[in-house]
């Protein structure tokens, strides 16, 4: 079994969950905790939006058709997902950053994400 990090949020408090439905995470436990078996780092909890979706699809990273095979019913506008650390960061970097929910996002996105870009996209 691998090994969490520490469940601290990029304030320094508890991590709080991100999403059930669908559920999230690198464990697909709700929330947005990692391990060093992590390497893209899905550490920022974000709320979707149709921008970031058609962003995320449009760079080889299709969150919203439905992949029935892997259990995976596709992300919607509203719906919380962990996402990588550095793709938050080219999207911000493009323009269509999604909303971040801070409670819930991991401290070890502050490793590729400014806190205050963090904060400037808080939900």
């Known amino acids: ?7 601290i949020n990029v304030l320094g408090g508890k991590l709080e969950i991100c999403g059930m439905d669908p559920k999230t995470g690198f464990f697909r436990d709700g929330f947005c905790n990692t391990c060093a078996d ?7 909890c974000a709320v979707m939006t149709a921008e970031f979706l058609a962003f995320s699809k449009y760079v080889g990273n299709d969150l ?9 019913a596709g992300l919607q506008p509203g719906d919380c997902w962990c996402l990588c650390a550095s793709r938050f960061l080219q999207a911000h970097d493009e323009g269509c950053a999604p909303k971040v929910h801070l409670d819930a996002t991991h401290q ?3 490793e590729i994400v400014d806190i205050a870009i963090l904060k400037e996209n808080a939900a």
């Open 1 to 7: 079994m691998l090994e969490k990090d520490p469940e």
């Open 38 to 44: 992590d390497t893209g780092s899905h550490t920022v």
């Open 64 to 72: 919203s058709t439905p992949r029935p095979e892997y259990g995976f």
């Open 108 to 110: 070890r996105a502050l």
